[in-house]
């Protein structure tokens, strides 16, 4: 009996398709599923429907659990997790077709099934616990007692897409590796061909004649795979995940390294006027923000000092939020637009409302939705999945909002009064912290203290922690 064992898909659907091919290859008579189909790669719901038209027998994995469970968990999920974690986890619900979220719902934790006398036991990470991560260094006491707890003989796990094949006094662990999402730093897909043997699983205890696997590291079409990750407008981190074959806080440690290529996004300005280059058809739109602004009593040297600052922060921080010039301009246009109105009550909803009403305003509704956004939450309050103008946005652009938003609130901050005070800034960062370095003409601490507190929301948005030095120039 020749089986292929697969786990952590995690949404990598050509990683998946060349596993699935290699396996046939092999002569397996069956293949099966160790869980984490779904959660960090572009095509979720293209793997889900591969698995089933497959006949892959499949358990369900923490991720799959934290996806299906995401409709009640979203708001807690967003103020205590990684942003990019909760993107790609509340991304990959949304990606579900309705079929393939009742399917994922539908799979049992774990699979058991009687090869004569031997027991064998399908789960995903350890039979004590869904968080428990089996590796090579496992002690063999502790494995001997999983094997008691699980009363089996031979465990198939995943969970922490190391792959090995251990033999204990008792009984065998067996865990493929990663097919989508490696660890090790090797990108290439993991999976495992279990070969049994009938009669000698007979045996009581069943031998290691009985049991041979073999793992098997495959190329895929990586490129395929990163593009549709950054077509998607999902998190650079993401696609650096499968790049590098590591986990996301390892590729979080040093985004400054990453090799991206500046890939134009197919946008507004692709379909220019009158022969209008890029840079004339953003410069028309400025105007345009500042002609609204004009006419609804904006502050104009606080508003411009601020939209310099939060430019000045978007292209330092740019390392790590792996925006582009799109993003720019609706930073931008949202600082422009942040104090329509000031002076009176709310005058940051004032501002969103005037934003989404001026159809004049040379941006299409979704645009306006998020540069309305970015103005609104430039104040105290946070975005909430509870804002209609926020839950109207696709997932990917409430995370751009809430990038800008905590750019453009930390740049208010620092304007505070007195006001021009903070001539130019330059940032620093490391995995745990981002300084942001201003020079000064004076010692304000009112005006240090003022952005630091409205750094918080940038602090989750980039899961750092934030100091702000002075200068005096």
Known sequence: MRVGLISDIHGNLPALEA????????????????????????????????????????????????????????????????????????????????????????????????????????????????????????????????????????????????????SVEGGFFINPGSVGRANDGDYRASYAVLELDPAMLQEEPASEIAIQVRHYRLEYDLDRAVDEIRKRGLPESLAQMILQGQDLDTVLESPETWQVPEIEKQSWWQNTFSGRSRQEYEEERVKAVIALAEENSYPAEHVQQTTYLALRLFDELQPLHRLGREERLWLQCGALLHDIGK???????????????????????????????????????????????????????????????????????????????????????????????????NQAKKQKRRALGKGELLEFAFDRDLYIEWQQI
């Open 343 to 441: 002076g009176k009550k709310e005058h940051h909803l004032k501002a969103l409302n005037t934003i989404l009403k001026t159809e004049q305003l040379p941006f299409s509704s979704r645009e306006r939705r998020i540069i309305g956004s970015i103005a609104r939450y430039h104040r105290s309050e946070y975005p909430r999945d509870k804002h209609k103008n926020l839950a109207d946005l696709p997932i990917v652009d409430q995370r751009v909002v809430t990038i800008l938003s905590s750019i453009l609130r930390v740049a208010d901050g620092l304007d505070a009064s007195p006001r021009g005070n903070v001539k130019d800034l330059e940032c620093s960062f490391s995995a745990e912290e981002i300084t942001i370095k201003c020079k000064v003409e």
């Open 19 to 166: 596993v699935l091919v290699h396996a046939r290859q092999q002569g397996v008579e069956a293949i099966w599923n160790l869980g984490d189909s779904v959660g960090y790669g572009a095509e979720p719901d293209q793997v889900v429907r591969l698995l089933r038209k497959e006949y892959i027998a499949s358990i369900r994995g923490d991720f799959d659990r934290r996806v299906i469970k995401i409709p009640r968990k979203k708001a807690k999920w967003r103020e205590t997790k990684s942003p990019d974690l909760f993107l790609a986890t509340y991304w990959a619900y949304e990606n579900l077709s309705a079929p393939s979220r009742e399917y994922l719902k539908s799979l049992p934790k774990e699979i058991t099934m009687g090869l004569g006398s031997t027991r064998l036991l399908l789960i995903h990470a350890s039979p004590a616990s869904r968080s428990e991560r089996l590796t090579v260094e496992t002690p063999e006491a502790r494995l001997q007692e999983l094997l008691t707890e699980a009363n089996a003989q031979i465990v198939c796990c995943g969970h922490s897409h190391e792959p090995f094949f251990r």
